[in-house]
């Protein structure tokens, strides 16, 4: 009887042991996970909801190496997987799908009890130290040796992780990508105008060079938070310059002209000129930059002097850094990419018979249910991988 280890029981390690079975009847299949309970990630996903996939995903929202899988694994092909293992899903009016239940406790729960059902060996407290191989076999050390004809590599990434030793493991192996940074994070900014704007949350579109997303923006004392900001952490770099727009197409700059020279005749100090469309914490801020004092007399202001009100209210710039904390991510940028790993099998170029799935590779994609497709379509394309290597698993 043939044995396969699949390394990482998250949402990839998970998927691809279910379909393995699937596909190979015969063969021991062990799940090796070094957290003392399973999908422990999945847990935090979507606020406890999980966010499990996304309507809307296409090869197009990922980097080169990731479409090839995500054109076969699509969302048809993982919602029929999720409905196997009695999963089915709901979607939203922006196409996030969440299980039925809402609750990603429950979503953990059906695939204990699904890879239980499928006679699969769940180790826990099993962190991999080592993995190699020898005359054909993979050995592998974690709370005990292991032996496996086929490996699956289902570590996930650093992201909100601590003592993450994926990388190193696969470093060990000689696969070596240039490290993967934090993604989908808070975007790190030192500007001092941030202290006086710490909780402030705007409607508004976040500008990053050429890229662009709309959304919540959370204003913090240290960075720039929100889910559009998450989308756009990837891109930024130390001392880039971000520019948000606080009124976001509410109203062209003409009407919001009109509206400011109708303001300055019914308020009584500056402060309270903004008051129709910004907090009062943020309107403030907004008149420092254009140079106008909160406590002058709003008649007084000339039109050149409103306009620099509008070019803040429309593009308050602030000097960003690249993110570097790994704790706040929820994914990364980079992994192992085609130089290592086959885009269309996610088995190794080097060592025949060990796949790959998840964060571990090089294919992350916005929030909105996006990554988690990728797990689960990733493992489903890695146990397919690994079952055509093991024949029937006799
Ligand atoms: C707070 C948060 C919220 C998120 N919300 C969403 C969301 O709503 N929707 C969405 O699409 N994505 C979301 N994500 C991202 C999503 O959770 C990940 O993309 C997904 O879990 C990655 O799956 P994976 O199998 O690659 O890794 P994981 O799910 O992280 O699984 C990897 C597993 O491998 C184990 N492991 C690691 N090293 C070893 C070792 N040496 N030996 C043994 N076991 C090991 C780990 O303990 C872990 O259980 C969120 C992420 C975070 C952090």
Redesign the pocket.
Known sequence: MKTAII????????AAALRLRALCPACKIIL????ER?????L????G??????TAVSPAQYPAFARPVMSTFDFESVRDFLRSISLPIKEDTAGRCYPLSESANNAVNLFLEALRAADIEIRTG????AIRKQNGKFLIT?NERYEADAVIF????A???NG???WQ?LQSMGITPPPPSPA?CPIPSKEPILKSLKGVRVKGKITLEDKSESGEIQLNENNISGICAFNLSKYAYDGCIISLDFCNGVMDENTLLQTLRERTQCVNENAALLDFLLLRKLGLAVLKRAGIKPSGNPKQLEDTQLKSIIKQITRFTLKADKPTDFSR???VCGGAGSKYVSSETLESKDYKGLFF????LDAD?P?????????WA??LCAAQSASRYLGNGE
């Open positions: 390394i990482g029981a998250g949402a990839s390690g998970a090796l996970e070094k957290n399973i999908l422990k990630k999945l935090t996903t979507g606020n909801r999980c966010n499990i996939t996304n099993a962190a991999v130290s974690a289902a570590p996930g990434s992201a909100s992780v993450y030793n994926g493991l989908l991510a929820q994914t799935c998840g964060e571990i994609a929030c909105g249910g996006f990554n988690l497709h990728w797990a990733s493992g």
